[in-house]
């Protein structure tokens, strides 16, 4: 059993529920078929990191989760509500769903403590000293406490990264989207992101994963979804996936990866 199945309290409450559930979902640009009729459930406190070749369909599955991409066939649903079309609706959803981009998207104009209490203030309606208060706990959770009052241009790469996991983090999400969230990022820096996101693993956080960092996939993930082609080809526990791949492609996407 491991320490994740162990997990107590308030982090197995409601867990092993479904959250997030795509089902026969089908994307389209133009004539290229980018997601086949994917079917994929996320429950509650559940990792699932998304691992596969380049133009394989991983990013826009992971856009598709809060209506980043629209989708052409299929259903999505997030805590059995089905995901709004637009407006105030959509806003809603995205306040629920927390999203980490390869970039770091933060306003440059504004202080680091600024950027995470925006949210918070402007969509949650929460007061500016409880926004400030929260958001220095979660500067100091992901070790960038001491930036609260520089601005994105004065931190490194894997500062901002981690400014922007407390961003998403202070909106309380449901669910935490990561895509490709240290791709950009300079080797040295990439530990330092990781070490966070396997803290928010370890604490219960649901997320969905797209990374191209195996070593995160074996250590954090419940599961593995390996895609290729718009489809997903094969999942399983990152144990099995690892050292038992089934599909072909797998085999060769693996063989490929793991050689250097």
């Known amino acids: 059993m491991t320490t994740m199945e162990q997990g107590s309290g308030s982090v197995s409450a409601g867990r ?3 959250l997030v559930v795509l089902d026969g ?3 389209f640009f133009g004539q290229m078929q980018a ?3 994917i079917d994929l459930t996320v429950t509650r406190g559940e990792v699932v990191v998304v691992i596969g070749p380049s133009g394989s369909g991983k990013s826009t599955l992971c856009r598709t989760i809060n ?3 629209t989708i ?3 259903s999505i649903t997030l805590d059995g509500q089905p995901l709004p079309q637009e407006g105030k609706a959509l806003a809603a959803l995205r306040a629920e769903v927390g999203m980490v981009f390869q970039s770091f998207n933060l306003f440059a104009h504004k202080t680091i403590l600024q950027n995470v209490t925006l949210g918070p203030i402007k969509v949650r309606g929460m007061k500016k ?3 400030e208060k929260k958001a220095r706990e979660l500067l100091d959770r992901v070790g960038v406490s001491l930036q ?3 601005y994105p241009a004065q931190l490194s790469g894997g500062q901002q990264q981690r400014v922007a996991i407390a961003r998403a983090l202070a909106m309380q999400p449901k669910v935490m989207l990561f895509d490709e969230p240290t791709s950009a990022l300079d080797p040295e820096m990439i530990k330092e ?3 966070v996101m396997v803290d928010l693993a370890r604490g219960g956080m649901t997320m969905v994963v797209v990374t191209h960092e195996m070593g995160f996939a074996r250590t954090a993930a419940d599961r593995v979804v390996f895609m290729a082609d718009g489809a997903i080809v094969e999942e399983n526990t990152p144990e099995e996936f690892f050292t038992n791949p089934q599909s072909d492609r797998a085999k060769d996407f693996l063989g490929k990866i793991l050689k250097h």
Do not use: F, H, I, Y
Request: proline share 4%.
């Open 148 to 150: 609260a009052d520089k």
């Open 129 to 131: 000293d409880e926004a």
């Open 35 to 37: 997601l086949k009729d």
């Open 67 to 69: 209506r980043l991409e």
């Open 193 to 195: 992101v990781l070490d």
């Open 72 to 74: 052409d066939n299929g």
């Open 25 to 27: 979902v089908q994307k």
């Open 16 to 18: 092993g529920e479904p």
